[in-house]
């Protein structure tokens, strides 16, 4: 297969310290790192040591196969199976997106599938890759739209509104028939015409169809995509498993103030070692949400003040014994924020190794002292890997232009402006140039005199001098612009690069999303993405489809 390693920085030098080792600060923050091999025997160990302090593995599994069963697959139903004996996992979880969303949650999902396999190797036992749905998440516009590349080259926008009703999560935000068909209608009209087009939109049909939510429809794709592969998904908003999750809610209730601290003094050592915060550290947050039955399910966060919890309003008030009651009867009602789902996932799973984004692994960072706290450890951190998707196409225009992928992404602007310039034979710059400077050295002596006849002629003649300029200027753009309409078919080659491999200057993976892909390639490109070796500390690779 055609590959190629390329060095992209992930803008969060605290991720970077970690994925390069090149701050020995960063193992007291981690501990484990996924390029020492005796770490995940040891973690292995390490887990079957703690067997007993986590959930009853065949409830967990129980609630797996019921949530699994509409996408259920031989694989998959092996994966369960080994989870109900104990089997470890490498996990990774992603907020639903419309249609998946943008590719890395594709790179995410080929992350855990790969990571799972190689450990399984590495190891001599059956890891279990699996997919954790933040379906609690109530972020509406993060969830709600993805960007496709039409006929015509450009980047479209699709999104779907949110319904009327209460700021709940996405899992409880319901989706009608109508709003499925019409999205799916925009769809069709944005995917260019191919031999796989009716294939995909029958399959998003048939999804769409079961969805009765936006997490729904996304654990369809995931399913569909990924359940040969054995990929056990959950979504974190299942009441099932939040029953199973109670014993947790009510032990970080009864040790909010100790898990408070652990963050803060986590996040004062981030801080010590020169590194920037990723996720808010607030004073008296009790880092739960609750669904408030009272304000129609709203999902809020909850704060500590004068021994009570409270909403952030300040309008609705719960003891900690009301607290610890309703997570006995209707654990259903708490949800854990970004510091407090790395412990509860660590609880429901025995978790070899979690498979995080360059955000990801700089907030989890925070949570080691939490995990102790609760004599838990936390798991191996395995980077996500990224890959760029290069077609054919691309690949010719980038080779014509002399294009290399870091011209894309760094320079695309100077190298595309370069490229018309070499084309000009006329010199027109150049010679615009001169004769703006020639103009202005013989007008020189013209503003003397008149300055010298009257002096308020001065002032008018710099002004005379100035709009001559501008219409020099003004011709000059329009003999540029004349000349590069012979090269149109070029300037579109080379801006279809750039909205191909780095849209709206952004990597690939953080915008397009994977259907532009599956409608001209079939399932190809995914089983590409499949066959790579797997990095355990991630890494970007550029694949040529």
């Given at each position: ?5 390329y ?7 605290l ?11 960063v193992?007291?923050?981690?501990g484990y ?7 995940w ?13 986590r959930?009853?593995?065949a ?7 019921q ?13 369960i199976?080994a ?14 997106g ?16 790969s ?5 399984s ?6 890891v ?8 609690e998440?109530?972020d509406?516009?993060?969830a ?6 039409n ?16 700021r ?6 319901a ?5 499925w ?8 009209q944005t995917?260019?015409h ?11 049909k048939q999804?769409?169809?079961q969805?009765?939510?936006l997490?729904d429809?996304?654990?369809g794709?995931?399913?569909f995509?990924?359940g040969?592969?054995?990929l ?8 099932k498993l ?5 014993p947790?809610f ?6 909010n103030?100790?898990?408070e601290?652990?963050?803060?003094a986590?996040?004062?050592?981030v801080?010590?070692?020169?590194y920037?915060l ?35 309003k300040?309008t609705?008030?719960?003891s900690k ?6 997570a006995e ?7 854990n924020n970004?510091?407090?789902?790395p ?14 984004g ?19 450890e936390?798991?191996i951190?395995?980077?996500?890997s990224?890959?760029t ?14 294009l ?5 992404a760094?320079r ?5 402006q ?18 703006k ?5 013989m ?5 003397e005199l ?45 801006d279809r690069?750039?909205?191909?491999l ?5 990597p690939q ?22 066959e790579?070796p797997?990095?355990?500390s991630g ?7």
């Amino acid at each position: 297969m055609n590959t190629e390693h390329y060095d992209l920085p992930s803008a969060q030098p605290l991720t970077e310290a970690y994925i390069h080792r090149t701050d020995a600060n960063v193992d007291l923050l981690y501990g484990y790192h996924p390029e020492r091999e005796q770490d995940w025997t040891t973690r292995l160990e390490r887990l079957e040591k703690l067997a007993g302090s986590r959930a009853n593995a065949a409830e967990v599994a129980e609630v797996l196969r019921q949530y699994n069963s509409r996408y259920t697959t031989p694989e998959v139903d092996a994966s369960i199976r080994a989870i109900a004996e104990g089997a470890p996992v490498i996990i990774g979880g992603q907020q639903a997106g419309l249609w998946s969303g943008a590719l890395l949650v594709i790179h995410k999902a080929v992350s855990i599938v790969s990571g799972a396999k190689w450990a399984s190797q590495k190891l001599g036992c059956k890891v279990v890759p699996v997919f954790w749905i933040a379906g609690e998440d109530h972020d509406w516009d993060e969830a709600n739209h993805t960007f496709l590349l039409n006929a015509e080259q450009e980047l479209r926008k699709l999104t779907l509104q949110r319904p009327e009703g209460p700021r709940t999560s996405v899992s409880r935000t319901a989706v009608d028939e109508d709003s499925w068909n019409k999205l799916l209608d925009e769809l069709e009209q944005t995917l260019p015409h191919s031999d796989f087009k009716p294939g995909l939109l029958e399959e998003l049909k048939q999804i769409a169809g079961q969805s009765h939510s936006l997490s729904d429809m996304f654990a369809g794709i995931l399913a569909f995509l990924f359940g040969k592969e054995g990929l056990v998904l959950l979504d974190a908003d299942d009441p099932k498993l939040r029953k199973v999750e109670a014993p947790m809610f009510r032990r970080m209730i009864e040790q909010n103030d100790e898990l408070e601290q652990a963050y803060k003094a986590a996040a004062e050592k981030v801080k010590s070692f020169g590194y920037q915060l990723q996720a808010d550290v607030v004073d008296g947050s009790a880092n739960l949400f609750l669904f408030n039955s009272e304000s129609g399910n709203e999902r809020t966060l909850l704060h500590k003040r004068d021994g009570q919890f409270q909403d952030r309003k300040g309008t609705a008030f719960w003891s900690k014994e009301q607290l610890l009651q309703l997570a006995e009867d209707q654990p259903s009602q708490f949800s854990n924020n970004v510091l407090t789902r790395p412990i509860m996932q660590d609880y429901l799973f025995p978790v070899l190794g979690t498979v995080l984004g360059p955000g990801e692994v700089a907030y989890w960072a925070l949570t080691g002292e939490a995990f102790r706290k609760l004599e838990m450890e936390m798991p191996i951190i395995v980077p996500r890997s990224s890959f760029t998707l290069v077609e054919g196409t691309i690949a010719k225009h980038m080779m014509k232009y002399e294009l290399s992928f870091e011209d894309v992404a760094k320079r695309f602007d100077a190298r595309k402006q370069q490229w018309l310039t070499e084309q000009d034979q006329l010199s027109i710059e150049e010679r615009f140039q001169e004769v703006k400077q020639s103009f202005i050295s013989m007008y020189g002596p013209l503003l003397e005199l008149a300055g010298s006849v009257q002096p308020g002629l001065l002032k008018l003649g710099e002004t005379n001098r100035q709009k001559i300029v501008e219409q020099i200027e003004y011709l000059e753009s329009k003999t540029k612009d004349a000349f590069n309409k012979q090269y149109d078919a070029s300037i579109r080659q080379l801006d279809r690069i750039a909205l191909s491999l780095w849209p709206s200057g952004k990597p690939q993976e953080r915008v397009i999303n994977m259907t532009g892909y599956w409608n001209r390639y079939g399932s190809v490109w995914l089983e590409k993405l499949l066959e790579l070796p797997f990095e355990p500390s991630g890494g970007h690779q550029l694949v040529y489809l």
